[in-house]
């Protein structure tokens, strides 16, 4: 009897400490494992917070990689190839990493990132304005040909309207 009040008790911690983990963003399934692991819960009781998670529908691993995806999107546009990479550090499979970056388009996200740092690149000549922005994208994740063309475009842009 002691025993199962042990383990309910054991896994009402779990419980708690995985709420509590959750509560200051989405995690994907494998990051919510592994940080319960670190924490010294035991597999057993892991294993059925997570499953109880997954029926309330609190880890959902592809709105997980959708969450991440929309988020980088819109504070902090990354190349296809590096929010691949970083769903794959997020432990999650090809299938889902697959679904949700399907459709970042990598000039537009390139386009974006770079007019928000563009505004605070000083202006004064062409390599200096390229060499900076290039590395920022290049940073980002982006290939040779998208960071060129980007630049060469948010360059225009910036010097055809005054101010």
Not at 98 to 112: F, K, L, P
Request: with cysteine; charged share 35%; aromatic share 10%.
């Amino acid at each position: 009897m002691n025993k199962i009040a042990l383990g309910d008790n054991q896994d009402e911690r779990c419980f708690k400490a995985a709420t509590r983990y959750l509560g200051y963003r989405p995690r994907s399934e494998p990051e919510l494992r592994d940080r319960l692991r670190r924490r010294g819960f035991s597999t057993e009781s892991t294993e059925a917070v997570i499953a109880k998670l997954k029926r309330l529908k609190l880890v959902d691993d592809a709105a997980f990689a959708e969450f991440w995806k929309d988020n980088r999107e819109s504070f902090s546009p990354r190349s296809k190839a590096l929010t691949r990479l970083e769903l794959k550090q997020k432990g999650l499979s090809d299938d889902i990493i697959d679904q949700a970056v399907a459709t970042i388009d990598d000039e537009d996200s390139a386009y974006r990132a770079a007019t928000s740092k563009a505004r605070i690149i000083a202006r004064s000549d062409y390599e200096s304005f390229r060499r900076r922005l290039g590395g920022y994208l290049q940073r980002r994740g982006f290939n040779y040909g998208v960071i060129e063309h980007t630049i060469k475009r948010v360059w225009q842009e910036a010097n055809s309207n005054p101010g």
